[in-house]
């Protein structure tokens, strides 16, 4: 799929809709979502490791029903799931922007440099 059929895919759907069983780290459905402005109803797994709040950012959801309520919820609710889709995507720009990633590599450099020295010096 390219990009600009992601793209238009993404502006026909109300939300993502995210039931990963497995997975670990950042989850690109998750983080594509909100780049396209997609609030996101997800397991646990689905949003484990991300930065998020549940019931601010997402809905969390581990069976069916849950799915459909939080499903709901949006369609009743269309500003509930604009301000969803932004809180996310506020919440991920700043986790894992460019210069946050700068900022913390330089953290582990600057730590692993301390670690170093004193392994030198012992």
Do not use: W
């Amino acid at each position: 799929m390219t990009d600009d059929e992601l793209t238009s895919l993404y502006a026909e759907v109300l939300c993502a809709i995210v039931p990963l069983s497995t997975g670990a780290g950042v989850k690109g459905k998750v983080a594509a979502a909100y780049l396209h402005g997609i609030p996101v109803i997800g397991s646990r797994i689905a949003l484990e490791g991300m930065g998020l709040s549940a019931d601010t950012d997402y809905f969390l959801a581990e069976e069916i029903q849950e799915y459909v309520r939080s499903y709901s919820k949006f369609r009743k609710d269309p500003h509930l799931a604009r301000q969803f889709a932004a809180n996310g995507l506020e919440k991920i720009a700043s986790t894992y922007s460019f210069s946050r990633t700068i900022q913390v590599l330089d953290e582990v450099f600057k730590k692993l440099n301390d670690l170093a020295r004193r392994l030198i010096f012992v």
